[in-house]
């Protein structure tokens, strides 16, 4: 893969800044192509563990796996931080983001099956930690994992400037007074007690 140098070298993260990214982030969008060429981009949950990231599906397959095994080649994109701002005169927006290049597989070890299910579950609902063992075991007959194993890695970042953090706790603080107001009081949002249930975004995507 031809690599370009980076137009904006001051904006380049470092490659602890760059994993840091990957670290924080909710979610990455793998970036493949199918059997016709044609390119194919889906939001995915995940875990790094090393220079791996670590996805599961389900073991009927679809179009990602047709994809992954199509051609291994893969790149995952994560995106955090982003907030807009006006200063000097200009829109822009601050952020962190990274991009993992390498190549996908399927994980078929069991050791690393399992090592791998249970970080994702750790990362998205750590609170249901005892009820692992017994999702693994009800889900995951039905659960493929994959795995990116990373060549490369790039970064670049953009910090909000004074004044943009200045205007974003003050939306931020009306916001939260707004809800107050409206409903009352604060809750929080409920968590599923089965983590092979793990949120997934690509079931949303045709």
Known sequence: MNQHP???ADRAASRDEALETLDTAPFVVVSTTDADGEPYGVPLSFVRRGDALYFHTSS??????????HDHRACATAVTGVRAFFEGGDFS??????????RIREVTDPVEFKRALVDLCMKYVPEHKRDIGRAMEAEGPR????ALDIDELSGKRRPLPTSGREASASRTAGAVGAGAKENGAT??????????NTADPSETTP
Request: hydrophobic share 35%; with cysteine.
């Open 6 to 8: 980076l137009r904006r």
């Open 143 to 146: 659960t493929a994992v994959w």
């Open 187 to 196: 809750g929080a949002a409920e968590t599923t007690d089965a983590c092979a």
């Open 60 to 69: 009927e397959g679809g179009h990602k796996t047709d994809c992954f095994r």
């Open 93 to 102: 927006t601050s952020y962190q983001s990274a991009m993992a290049f390498g």
